[in-house]
């Protein structure tokens, strides 16, 4: 289950993932309808469905910012607000790499993705790991 970050949602990007994502894909205010959902109640709902993949743009608040848990992984993509319909492809990629390609290998993990590579931590906030992006093959 991929679940987005309300700032996300006037954007299509549910629509553009739910095209590749063979899952569920759903926003934050459907686990908790008709209530203002606060940053630090989003751990909670998470822990509240089946291990899923948060997605978020709001970097500030999200990451470094808490201990990760094996009942879910969040994801936060380190673009503007003008560039969120880049989330989409930035999820794909991250969900490609060998640390993501399963919710199992997900679970547990905070990701930072930026278009230039991508960051994580586990159970040692301290200890980020670093991911290039894989180059692009060459087209000739």
């Known amino acids: 289950m991929i679940v987005l970050d309300e700032q996300l949602l006037s954007y299509g990007i549910q629509v553009s993932i739910a095209r590749w994502y063979r899952g569920v894909v ?35 608040d999200f990451w470094r910012r808490l201990a990760p848990n094996p009942q879910f992984c969040i994801v936060c993509c380190a673009v503007s607000h003008t560039r969120a319909q880049e989330v989409p492809d ?45 180059k692009a093959p060459r087209r000739g």
């Open 90 to 134: 930035l999820l794909r990629r991250v969900l490609a790499l060998e640390p993501f390609r399963t919710r199992s290998r997900r679970l547990g993990k905070i990701v930072r993705v930026s278009p230039q590579h991508v960051q994580y931590y586990t159970t040692d906030i301290r200890a980020i790991h670093l991911i290039a992006w894989p």
């Open 26 to 60: 759903t926003d934050i205010t459907q686990l908790r309808p008709h209530t203002v959902i606060l940053d630090e109640a989003i751990p909670m709902l998470l822990r509240a469905v089946s291990r899923p993949t948060f997605v978020t743009i709001n970097v500030a």
